[in-house]
């Protein structure tokens, strides 16, 4: 599955790193960060993971494959 996931503002490169199993791009004020989701799991982390680093979810969607 794959998941594009939108985070208020502009990540720093050292903060986007802590999703190295993502790509990401910066675009209207907005970091999109997208790619694979190997499961239920895996998406709960990558949540949790930008909840411990503050950042806020504006948008969370599964991209069609």
């Known amino acids: ?12 490169e050292t903060l986007a790193h802590a999703f190295p199993e993502l790509e990401h791009v910066v675009m ?10 190997i499961d239920e799991a895996h998406l709960y982390g990558l949540l949790t993971r930008c909840q411990s680093l ?10 069609p494959e």
């Open 1 to 12: 599955m794959r998941y594009e996931i939108r985070v208020e503002g502009h990540l720093s």
């Open 28 to 37: 209207s004020g907005q970091t999109v960060l997208f790619g694979t989701v």
């Open 54 to 63: 503050g950042l806020r979810v504006m948008e969370m969607r599964q991209l």
